[in-house]
């Protein structure tokens, strides 16, 4: 499946570092979600973009920035992270139509992070 | 607010046998969507089934079916002559049709295992 492609695979980041995740989706699809997955939690939607405009910020930590540039392209700036931030985050693109839900969301590989 | 439940956070199959999951779910609407996510040990979150609330025939796909009891809002996944490839994390999620937030919420997750 290469719908929906994320980089890096793999990220080891000490707390002091400043790194980013990417997400690109091929699907020509309008809307793209960032997802945290942590051992034995479900998983947590953090941020929605939908026609390139944040619409959910789930109570996420500010050391976490979104950026949608364009529909195809969704990014997660790290800063300042926490040994706790250490999860698998994955990146999913849907075609909403506005006022309306739901489209099928579908899913990258995700970003293996671990936090030292 | 909607919850997911995954009672079982373990299975395990023979090959070529047939394995039910179990998902209940706890919402006020009368519409909405509920899906079935596999995710095997490559991570890839992958897309087994859907099903849409007002829609009384259960879906099916391939080896793959559900038995949606909305009344007792209950939605369970059937996996029929499982086969190795099977083997994954199966996750129920949720996803309401008036949803500006596009939100999916997820289960806990049920490990399934398939024995040759």
């Known amino acids: 499946e290469t719908g929906v492609t994320q980089t890096p695979r793999h990220l080891v980041m000490g707390m002091t570092n400043k790194k980013s995740l990417k997400c690109e989706q091929h699907l020509g699809h309008n809307a793209m979600y960032w997802y945290k997955q942590s051992a034995k939690k479900p998983l947590e939607l953090m941020f929605v973009y939908n026609f390139k405009e944040q619409t959910e910020n789930n109570s996420v930590p500010s050391r976490f920035s979104p950026e949608c540039p364009n529909s195809s392209h969704l990014f997660l700036h790290l800063h300042t992270l926490q040994p706790e931030d250490s999860a698998l985050y994955l990146c999913a693109s849907s075609q909403e139509l506005a006022g309306e839900s739901t489209d099928t969301q579908y899913f990258g590989p995700g970003t293996r992070l671990t936090v030292l | 607010a909607q919850t997911v439940t995954q009672s079982q956070p373990e299975m395990s199959v023979q090959e070529a046998e047939t394995v039910t999951l179990s998902c209940t779910y706890d919402?006020?609407?009368?519409?909405?969507?509920l899906f079935w996510y596999k995710q095997p040990p490559s991570r890839q979150m992958i897309l087994v089934i859907r099903q849409e609330a007002y829609k009384q025939q259960n879906a099916t796909e391939n080896r793959f079916s559900v038995n949606f009891q909305k009344a007792a809002k209950s939605f369970s996944l059937k996996i029929s002559d499982s086969q190795l490839g099977d083997a994954a994390m199966y996750f129920c999620a949720y996803s309401s049709i008036n949803n500006a937030g596009n939100m999916l919420t997820f289960g806990g997750g049920t490990r399934l295992m398939v024995k040759p």
């Open positions: 919402t006020s609407e009368s519409d909405y969507y």
